[in-house]
């Protein structure tokens, strides 16, 4: 597919663009709605790249839906629809935002990403080299790379709205959102692991580690919201041919990371281009995992 074809931003007529982050674009609707659109953008190193990769925002909200729905027996989230024809003007005719776009519930949004890590690798595996611990927990000696961790461990960041996030105490993590909030947010964090990771052992998928993001609505319920457990927000393992001791083989936005790394580019902007066959690769990643998760095909135009 051409990268022409991919949607890299939005600007809706007669609509109010709140806010573009590095993925996405988000739109007010009125007092109690947001409509977040999933760009083709991709980011890695804290920089966006000039390359889109086709597909991509069909592919993350398509699978954040399917999340939504399995884990809402755990959690309610914002998710209101992404079926266009239920948007309201001027959101409803605009092609661009078909597939791609999620009518949610506007919400106070926790300063924090709600970490779960199961087992040991990126800035986990870094930091037991470095000190034998992982965010403050204390891990046995000998593990190698991608070892799964006896029990999966809650690793709060802070949400850094630019630069990189940074992990943080349970105190420092009690002391943003609250202590009641605080043991709320990590045992659901990690109840949403465990059952999204048995799921996807299932059907060959490894999780590794993900993060999660809550808000708070207007009638106080906590609320899972942004996205959820895609191959940009998560580690997607292929558990066939899972072996501890190096990097895995991943569908997830890693391959992208392990290709920059190979460069002569100190991770600033502005971000290299990338070329056809790692846009392409990637692609292919992000619509297998979509398509073993789910079990079902997804049409990319």
């Known amino acids: 597919m051409n990268s022409s074809q991919a949607v890299v931003r939005t600007d809706i007529e007669n609509a109010d663009l709140v806010h573009r982050g590095k993925v996405r674009d988000v739109y007010s609707v009125d007092d109690d709605r947001l409509l977040l659109v999933a760009s083709d953008r991709i980011s ?40 266009q024809e239920k948007f309201p003007e001027p959101f409803r005719n605009v092609s661009e935002l078909n597939g791609r776009s999620s009518l949610v519930k506007k919400t106070e949004v926790f300063p924090v990403e709600c970490v779960v890590r199961g087992y040991l690798e990126g800035s986990g595996w870094k930091d037991y080299l470095a000190t034998g611990k992982v965010c403050g927990y204390s891990l046995p000696p000998g593990l190698k790379q991608c070892d799964r961790l006896l029990d999966p461990i809650f690793t709060p960041a802070t949400k850094a709205a630019t630069g990189h996030d940074e992990n943080i105490t349970g105190l420092e993590f009690k002391s943003v ?72 083989p991943s569908f997830d936005k890693q391959f992208v990371r392990e290709y920059l790394e190979t460069l002569d580019w100190d991770k600033t902007p502005p971000a290299p281009p990338l ?17 073993i998760l789910t079990g079902k095909k997804l049409e990319i135009d």
């Open 275 to 291: 070329p056809e066959h790692i846009v392409d690769a990637t692609r292919e990643r992000y619509l297998s995992a979509f398509e």
């Open 177 to 248: 959102v609250g202590s009641e909030t605080a043991a709320y947010l990590k045992a659901t964090s990690l109840e949403i692991f465990d059952k999204a990771s048995k799921y996807a052992l299932e059907r060959g998928i490894i999780i590794a580690d993900t993060k999660f993001e809550f808000g708070i609505d207007k009638d106080g319920e906590i609320l899972l919201i942004d996205e959820v457990l895609t191959p940009d927000s998560s580690r997607f393992w292929d558990a066939s041919k899972y072996e501890p001791g190096h990097a895995q």
């Open 44 to 83: 890695a190193f804290d920089c966006v790249f000039p390359t889109p990769i086709p597909g991509k925002g069909k592919i993350l909200t398509a699978l954040s839906a399917f999340w939504f729905s399995k884990l809402a027996d755990i959690t309610p989230n914002h998710l209101i629809s992404i079926d």
